[in-house]
C-alpha cells in the first residue's frame, strides 16, 4: 500500500513539474505572441523571430525594461536574426547565419548585439538576460529616435532601404532603426 501512495505520489510530482514548465511557457505566449518579421527581395532573405510583449500601461524603457542592462529584445524564447548574406554594418561584417539578438537600451543610444549563441530561452533561472557575452559576434551602437504615438505591442520590422535594408525596433515612443547593407558581391 506504502509503495503504491509514493508511486501515486511521484507521478502527481512529475505532472506537477511538467506543468509548471509547459504552462507557464503557455501563460506568456498569451501575453508576448510569437511573431516574425521577414524580408525577401531575390538576393537577400532576412528573418527575425521574436515575442512581442504588450505595454498595458507601463513604464516600458528605464522601467519594465531598465536602462543600461542587456535586454533579451522581446519575451520567452531568445530573439534571433538570419541572414543568407553577409551583411555590412559601420561596425564590420556579419557573416550569413543565424544569430541571438539582444540589446542594451539607454536613454539616447542602444547597443545592438549579435550573438553566435542561441539558448531556447530569452532569460536564465534568475530571470537575467541569457546572452553569454563570450559569443558575441558584432556590438552596432544606434541613436534613439523618440516617436509621437504610443506603439502598444513590441514591433521589429524588416525595410528595404536605398541603400541596403533598416530593421526597426518599436515599441511605448521609443523607434532604433538598425542600418546595414548586403555584401557588395551581390
Not at 511521484?10 to 505572441?33: E, H, N
Not at 534568475?126 to 559569443?135: L, N, T
Request: net charge neutral; no cysteine; glycine share 6%.
Amino acid at each position: 500500500m506504502t509503495r503504491k501512495i509514493l508511486l501515486l505520489f511521484g507521478i502527481l510530482l512529475v505532472l506537477a513539474m511538467l506543468f509548471m514548465i509547459f504552462g507557464r511557457q503557455y501563460y506568456t505566449k498569451r501575453y508576448s505572441p510569437e511573431d516574425h518579421a521577414a524580408l525577401d527581395d531575390g538576393k537577400v532573405e532576412l528573418t527575425v523571430f521574436y515575442n512581442r510583449p504588450s505595454k498595458r500601461g507601463r513604464d516600458i524603457y528605464g522601467g519594465l525594461v531598465p536602462f543600461g542592462k542587456v535586454w533579451r529584445t522581446g519575451a520567452n524564447e531568445a530573439t534571433w536574426f538570419e541572414t543568407n548574406t553577409d551583411m555590412k554594418f559601420n561596425e564590420g561584417m556579419l557573416k550569413a547565419g543565424r544569430y541571438s539578438l539582444w540589446t542594451i537600451p539607454d536613454e539616447e543610444n542602444w547597443k545592438v548585439i549579435f550573438n553566435s549563441n542561441i539558448p531556447p530561452w530569452g532569460v536564465n533561472y534568475k530571470s537575467e538576460a541569457a546572452r553569454d557575452p563570450e559569443f558575441d559576434v558584432m556590438i552596432v551602437d544606434v541613436p534613439v529616435q523618440l516617436q509621437e504615438v504610443v506603439t502598444e505591442q513590441f514591433t521589429i520590422t524588416l525595410n528595404k532601404q536605398q541603400p541596403g535594408y533598416t530593421m526597426n525596433l518599436i515599441w511605448d515612443k521609443t523607434e532604433i532603426v538598425v542600418r546595414f547593407e548586403a555584401n557588395s558581391k551581390l
